[in-house]
T-cell receptor, first 115, second 110 residues
């Protein structure tokens, strides 16, 4: 059974860059599309982007600040989001994606942007 | 891309049926049969309950059903139960090969 876990810092400062890692177990990261999704406190879900076989696609509203890449090992991928503001405070999820379907989710990691 | 439009909240009594709408455009909901719905209890991870407009994953109650007409998708929950109280999110594939979510709807079971 495929499982997913996000990891990264819980606190980051405004204007800095957020780096998160998604680790996949029980399956190959090269077999599916893998996405990042976030949810600001009390808000809805926002799709950030995906990676599949090294190809990426991003939410147009975040595209200028986002990079999703494969990790150092073949069971990891990473998210980098730069020029952070308080509006980037959210729970960040890693999820397996097929078109619009997200069927395997990590537990999420809370990121607070604060000075 | 603007979020899909969902009502902020709906409510119903146990045993009743409710419907949640999700309004998009011809560039997302209207253009594909790729609409999904997610249930999210407070503090929990979203759970897929409907995919490809109207298909339920294995293990999801038959009380959940969904459909699409034009640019609007709908989720219906019949025989409301207390455990159905949660947020519900719709999502659609888009012509830009991206995914767009709705703002989420809170279902209160009174």
């Amino acid at each position: 059974q495929v499982q997913v876990r996000e990891s990264g810092p819980g606190l980051v400062k405004p204007s800095e860059t957020l780096s998160l890692t998604c680790t996949v177990s029980g399956g190959s990261i090269n077999t599916y599309y893998w996405a990042w999704i976030r949810q600001a406190p009390g808000r809805g879900l926002q799709w950030i982007g995906y990676i599949s076989h090294g190809r990426t696609n991003y939410n147009p509203s975040l595209k200028s600040r986002v990079t999703i890449s494969l990790g150092a090992s073949d069971d990891q991928m990473s998210l980098r989001l730069n020029s952070l503001t308080a509006a980037d405070t959210a729970v960040y999820y890693c999820a397996r994606q097929r078109t619009d379907v997200f069927d395997v989710w990590g537990q999420g990691t809370m990121v607070s942007v604060t000075s | 891309q603007s979020a899909l439009t969902q009502p902020a909240s709906v409510s119903g009594s146990p045993g009743q049926s409710i419907t949640i709408s999700c309004i998009g455009t011809s560039n997302d909901i209207g253009g594909f049969n790729y609409v999904s719905w997610y249930q999210q209890h407070p503090g929990k991870v979203p759970k897929l309950i409907i995919h490809d407009v109207s298909h339920r994953p294995s293990g999801v109650s038959t009380r959940f059903s969904a459909s699409k007409s034009g640019n609007t998708a709908s989720l219906t929950i019949s025989g409301l139960q207390a455990e159905d109280e949660a947020h519900y999110h719709c999502a659609s594939y888009t012509t830009a090969s991206t995914v767009i979510f709705g703002g989420g709807t809170y279902l209160a079971v009174l």
